[in-house]
């Protein structure tokens, strides 16, 4: 199943979503090309699942410009925008058959059945469901369950897929696996997809680009590559890379003009250096975590390759930050310093 042509841009001016005092959204601006998988990525509340539902048409803006395409769609109707949602909860009709339940959006549309039921059949073999469509969705597994959701979605054939953590639901393995099954989905579908996670292994891996979102606007907007080897401040330094970024206090590397930080892999255990203390040592079987305290604001996190004799909790180290591999941010700001 390919869709042809029908694929749309996004482009978001000046976008704003206030509840009251709360600026949900607060003027982002944002161009998500065709066919891009674009992850909006963030903390609880900084308003991501907002500005999802600003581009599916859930919410009115505040101020700003929704465009899909060539068309300004602020004044456009949820079902008039060729976009389809996929949320958490997968929100199946219980009493209805799996292929009722994918041809569901058709028939409130007036497709006639025969055309729904091939169409059903289409979005069902996509997403691997042809020997469950007549099982109750009560019959079907977490996975199954949420495939029949995204089935749902696709057999509109829309130009813009908007997700809000479609995969939390899902116990880790079939997390995993439906990963790689929504990005295979993506390539199949040729169409635009705007996914919102919370989860930046799933940022990481899914998207082709990333906006990390805070406090309702955009800290920055990259490839996986780029937002994880220079983030733009030390916000997305610490919210990209599991474990995060190691921040150093002012002045305890470089000159205490501004911030030195490091990723784990890049900060090493010495004979001099910042003096830390091990606070815990977690073994994790290909490696091995140290977690060193600098001082009252700053931990440390050291990757060790597994096997390598460490110090105990408790010991007193000394840790160095990779000279090639040093981020630099202002003190004030905590934004990059190029
Ligand atoms: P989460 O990951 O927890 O879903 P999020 O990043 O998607 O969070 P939003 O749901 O967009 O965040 O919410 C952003 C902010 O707007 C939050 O402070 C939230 O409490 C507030 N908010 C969202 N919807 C409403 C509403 N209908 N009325 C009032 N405040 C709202």
Avoid at 140 to 166: H, K, N, T, W, Y
């Amino acid at each position: 199943m390919q869709y042809d042509a029908l694929v749309a841009s996004i482009r978001l001016v000046g976008v704003s979503k206030h509840f009251g005092d709360v600026k949900a959204v607060d003027n982002v601006s944002l161009d998500i090309a065709d066919r891009d998988f674009m992850i909006l990525l963030g903390p609880s509340g900084c308003g991501k699942s907002t500005l999802l539902r600003t581009i599916a048409g859930l919410e009115d803006p505040t101020a700003g410009e929704v465009w899909i395409g060539d068309n300004m769609v602020n004044d456009v109707e949820p079902k008039n925008r060729d976009v389809s949602m996929v949320f958490q909860s997968y929100a199946l009709y219980p009493h209805k058959s799996v292929q009722a339940n994918i041809e569901f959006p058709l028939k409130v549309r007036g497709v006639n059945k025969t055309e729904r039921a091939e169409a059903a059949k289409q979005a069902a073999e996509v997403l691997g469901l042809t020997p469950y469509l007549e099982r109750r969705p009560g019959a079907l597994s977490g996975g199954q369950r949420q495939r029949v959701a995204l089935a749902r979605a696709i057999v509109r054939q829309p130009a813009v897929f908007c997700m809000d953590e479609p995969l939390s639901n899902l116990d880790a393995k079939l997390r995993a696996e439906t990963r790689a099954e929504l990005v295979a989905l993506h390539d199949r579908l040729n169409a635009t997809f705007v996914y919102v996670t919370h989860d930046q292994v799933e940022a990481m891996t899914m998207g082709n680009r990333i906006a990390v979102m805070r406090d309702g606007i955009i800290e920055q907007v990259g490839s996986p590559k780029e937002v994880y080897d220079k983030p733009a401040s030390v916000f997305v330094a610490q919210f990209i890379g599991t474990p995060p970024m190691n921040i150093f206090p002012a002045g305890s590397v470089e000159a205490a003009d501004h911030v030195v930080g490091a990723r784990p892999e890049h900060t090493h255990l010495t004979t001099s250096g910042v003096a830390a203390t091990v606070a815990l040592v977690e073994h994790l079987g290909h490696e091995i975590q140290v977690v060193c305290t600098i001082d009252a604001e700053h931990r440390a996190i050291v990757r060790i390759p597994a096997g390598t004799e460490v110090p105990g909790n408790g010991s007193s180290v000394f840790l160095t930050a990779d000279e090639n591999y040093r981020h630099r941010f202002n003190v004030e700001t905590g934004l990059r310093i190029s």
